[in-house]
């Protein structure tokens, strides 16, 4: 069962989930895919062909533009950008209005987990990793290692994040330990390791 507002526009051709919810105003185009349990809010828009997961939420008024993949858990804010075009233009140097035969689309992948926050740009090609987080407004221009927060325009790592979405705390050299869940990570070579949750209270992990 799914759940599509009448105001909708979801082309015949686009798959749609099982328990997905598509808001007033938005547009799911041709071919695109969209997993179970989703929630696509109001004037979203999923270009043709793009791919996107299970349990994902797209707030109003997000713009995912094709070839854009987006694994299952992700997260993409309101108003939020995922782009296709490194250098856009509406015309040919001739000065014909361009075609699709006359330009390369590119796009953005999200890893499973991950969050963009609102009017974040991500400018295509680049990979967000999984569990990173995009914050408000921030521009992004190049990839972003998994479990990395990165805010500013560019975009610049803050920091670390966990899978509960809070920052992590250093605890000792290349130990990062989450708040929430006491779960601890190691930072390898400027990559983040997912390890054990710590038994008990998460201010006793590692102790």
Same mark, same amino acid.
């Given at each position: 069962?799914?759940?599509?507002?009448?105001?909708?526009?979801?082309?015949?051709?686009?798959?749609?989930?099982?328990?997905?919810?598509?808001?007033?105003? /938005?547009? $799911?185009?041709?071919? =695109?895919?969209?997993? +179970?349990?989703?929630? *696509? #809010?109001?004037? !979203?828009?999923?270009?043709? &062909?793009?791919?996107?997961?299970?349990?994902?939420?797209?707030?109003?008024?997000?713009?995912?533009?094709?070839?854009?993949?987006?694994?299952?858990?992700?997260?993409?804010?309101?108003?939020?950008?995922?782009?296709?075009?490194?250098?856009?233009?509406?015309?040919?140097?001739?000065?014909?209005?361009?075609?699709?035969?006359?330009?390369?689309?590119?796009?953005?992948?999200?890893?499973?987990? /991950?969050? $963009?926050?609102?009017? =974040?740009?991500?400018? +295509?090609?680049?990979? *967000? #990793?999984?569990? !990173?987080?995009?914050?408000? &407004?921030?521009?992004?221009?190049?990839?972003?290692?998994?479990?990395?927060?990165?805010?500013?325009?560019?975009?610049?790592?803050?920091?670390?994040?966990?899978?509960?979405?809070?920052?992590?705390?250093?605890?000792?050299?290349?130990?990062?330990?989450?708040?929430?869940?006491?779960?601890?990570?190691?930072?390898?070579?400027?990559?983040?390791?997912?390890?054990?949750?710590?038994?008990?209270?998460?201010?006793?992990?590692?102790?």
């Amino acid at each position: 069962m799914r759940n599509v507002a009448g105001t909708a526009d979801v082309a015949a051709t686009a798959s749609i989930g099982k328990d997905t919810r598509i808001w007033h105003l /938005a547009q $799911i185009r041709e071919e =695109a895919t969209v997993g +179970a349990n989703c929630n *696509i #809010g109001r004037g !979203a828009y999923i270009g043709p &062909g793009v791919q996107v997961g299970d349990n994902c939420k797209l707030q109003n008024y997000a713009l995912v533009y094709e070839p854009a993949r987006l694994a299952d858990g992700v997260f993409v804010g309101p108003a939020a950008v995922l782009t296709n075009d490194l250098h856009p233009r509406a015309i040919t140097p001739e000065g014909r209005l361009k075609e699709a035969d006359d330009w390369e689309a590119v796009g953005v992948t999200v890893g499973r987990g /991950a969050s $963009i926050g609102a009017r =974040a740009v991500c400018i +295509a090609p680049l990979r *967000i #990793g999984e569990w !990173a987080t995009v914050a408000a &407004g921030a521009v992004v221009t190049k990839d972003v290692p998994a479990y990395a927060v990165v805010a500013g325009m560019p975009a610049r790592q803050m920091g670390w994040v966990g899978e509960a979405g809070l920052p992590l705390k250093q605890y000792g050299s290349g130990i990062w330990l989450c708040p929430a869940t006491g779960r601890r990570y190691q930072e390898i070579d400027g990559h983040l390791m997912p390890g054990e949750r710590a038994e008990g209270r998460p201010g006793n992990a590692g102790q």
